[in-house]
């Protein structure tokens, strides 16, 4: 199985700085074929479902503010919110679908300074 | 955008089963894989398992194999997981989440359902 490991656990950030989660995959998520790197970003608030926000690990999704950008390629992968704003306080999740069985990192919880 | 309604939350004896059901709306059914992936209290998340309708194929992680029965049922657009043998390990909230289906499950989940808390304890 690949193991997702997200770092840090959790943040506090002063509004308007930015925000980086890191996450590392044991195995290479860039599929040769098709040059992609299989992983996605995810945004929880409580009591909410997931949101996707990133997929192909840099594909901003259509309705996400554009401080959220994703980067990485390999097992190395990052989330940056560049601008944090209040209603960025969540916790967010790594996961990838390079292989069965699906995986998710453990999630890094945001929140303001 | 197909929209996921899951059915409400569940309250489970220990060594029953329990069956959670995910209606997909606004979108052509057979054209997505229907995933599971559950939450315990304060923790991450888990993949449990998915079905492509299309194609007539399910596919669970080694950890639920035995245990777990994902269907789909075309004529209500409807697709259902079925957890037995509960333990209170088991006690947590259950999404169904959609792939597109041509991707084998090598896809992102989206969108979610709203998710279902099960609960069990004796």
Request: charged share 15%.
């Given at each position: 199985?690949?193991?997702?490991?997200?770092?840090?656990?959790?943040?506090?950030?002063?509004?308007?700085?930015?925000?980086?989660?890191?996450?590392?995959?044991?195995?290479?998520?860039?599929?040769?074929?098709?040059?992609?790197?299989?992983?996605?970003?995810?945004?929880?608030?409580?009591?909410?479902?997931?949101?996707?926000?990133?997929?192909?690990a840099?594909?901003?999704?259509?309705?996400?503010?554009?401080?959220?950008?994703?980067?990485?390629?390999?097992?190395?992968?990052?989330?940056?919110?560049?601008?944090?704003?209040?209603?960025?306080?969540?916790?967010?999740?790594?996961?990838?679908?390079?292989?069965?069985?699906?995986?998710?990192?453990?999630?890094t919880?945001?929140?303001?300074? | 955008?197909?929209?996921l309604?899951?059915?409400?939350?569940?309250?489970?004896?220990?060594?029953?089963?329990?069956?959670?059901?995910?209606?997909?709306?606004?979108?052509?059914?057979?054209?997505?894989?229907?995933?599971?992936?559950?939450?315990?209290p304060?923790?991450?998340?888990?993949?449990?398992?998915?079905?492509?309708?299309?194609?007539?194929?399910?596919?669970?992680?080694?950890?639920?194999?035995?245990?777990?029965?994902?269907?789909?049922?075309?004529?209500?657009?409807?697709?259902?997981?079925?957890l037995?043998?509960?333990?209170?390990?088991?006690?947590?909230?259950?999404?169904?989440?959609?792939?597109?289906?041509?991707?084998?499950?090598?896809?992102?989940?989206?969108?979610?359902?709203?998710?279902?808390?099960?609960?069990?304890?004796?």
């Amino acid at each position: 199985d690949i193991v997702m490991t997200q770092s840090p656990d959790s943040l506090a950030v002063s509004l308007g700085e930015r925000a980086t989660i890191n996450c590392e995959s044991s195995q290479n998520l860039l599929y040769s074929s098709d040059n992609k790197n299989y992983l996605a970003w995810y945004q929880q608030k409580p009591g909410q479902p997931p949101r996707l926000l990133i997929s192909w690990a840099s594909i901003r999704e259509s309705g996400v503010p554009d401080r959220f950008s994703g980067s990485g390629s390999g097992t190395d992968f990052s989330l940056t919110i560049t601008s944090l704003q209040a209603e960025d306080v969540a916790v967010y999740y790594c996961q990838q679908y390079y292989s069965t069985p699906l995986t998710f990192g453990g999630g890094t919880k945001v929140e303001i300074k | 955008q197909v929209q996921l309604v899951q059915s409400g939350a569940e309250v489970k004896k220990p060594g029953s089963s329990v069956k959670v059901s995910c209606k997909a709306s606004g979108g052509n059914f057979r054209s997505f894989a229907f995933n599971w992936v559950r939450q315990a209290p304060g923790q991450g998340f888990e993949w449990m398992g998915g079905i492509i309708p299309y194609f007539g194929t399910t596919n669970y992680p080694q950890k639920f194999r035995g245990r777990i029965t994902i269907s789909a049922d075309e004529a209500t657009t409807t697709a259902y997981m079925e957890l037995q043998s509960l333990t209170s390990a088991d006690t947590a909230v259950y999404y169904c989440a959609t792939q597109d289906y041509y991707s084998g499950w090598r896809s992102y989940f989206d969108p979610w359902g709203q998710g279902t808390l099960v609960t069990v304890s004796s």
